[in-house]
């Protein structure tokens, strides 16, 4: 039995199905009249399983995050299913969220930002106890000292506050609380962007550690194509708030389809000299389109370099070019890019 098929008779962990977020706008005259909304998520799929991490890749403003956050109902989504362990979740709330966020967990972008300044590193990490109402076993400084040697970081420094450590030592902070209660996913918002390239690797490492430890899911999300390469077992290309390509990590590396793709892939930078100036760079023209007014057809043909009339008539369905390949284009081309 292959791991397809093993994959498909499992219920997956996280299924979404054509989720939307739209953010309401207003036109600023003399009466507020509402304008077209902001199409930050139009309608993605795609399905997470058990221990598996999936990198969700763009460039920014393509509407990753918004994904990631309305997934985990930080943010109420305009339509689609959002499905936890074969339950549709897109509705509940009250206790039943609350009791449901020990299941999924997010890491912030900014380990500046995400943690309050006015807490001490112990209170931080202990606040999912303490919301969730759970006493550990041996009491909870005992369990935020163990979390915190854990990632990486002196348990005797408990009473210090977030300006006392560095970027790298405050991401450790939010991936301990993250972890605190054991979840079974977590969305984890390019955690090592605004750190050193020598901290990313760190990071990245611990978060592996920690899933081989607890069997977690990440969907990880990033826009350095490196680092989703080595995290990641699939990888979902978005641009303009829709997937254009989803596929195995290798597989969507060596045999890219969408023209979208392709330019993303041609930009990652190549150790070797010699075999990066043998390597053509794809330029894409123009900016990144409005997501209040995306094209008609597909949001990429603007810009894209195979683009014919029929990509302005029509919306690209996903294609399953080969079992698990997926790709909303009307021309895929498999290109050889790495």
Known sequence: MTTDTIRDSRTPLLRLTNLTKYFP???QTLVKRPDKPIRAVDGVSFELHAGETIGLVGESGCGKSTVGRTMLRLLEPTAGTIEFEGRDITGIGGSELRILRREMQMVFQDPFGSLNPRQTIGSIIAAPFEIQGITPEGGRRKAVQQLMERVGLNPEHYNRYPHEFSGGQRQRIGVARAVALKPKLVVCDEPVSALDVSIQAQVINLLEDIQ????LSYVF??????????ISDRVVVMYLGKVMEEAERDELYERPLHPYTHALLSAVPIPDPEKGERRPRILLKGDLPSPQNPPSGCVFRTRCPRAEQRCADEVPLPLEVTPGHRVA???PEERTIL
């Open 25 to 27: 706008q207003f036109r």
């Open 212 to 215: 081989n430890d607890q069997g």
């Open 221 to 230: 999300i990033a826009h350095d194509l490196s680092v989703v390469r080595h």
């Open 329 to 331: 284009c009307h021309f």
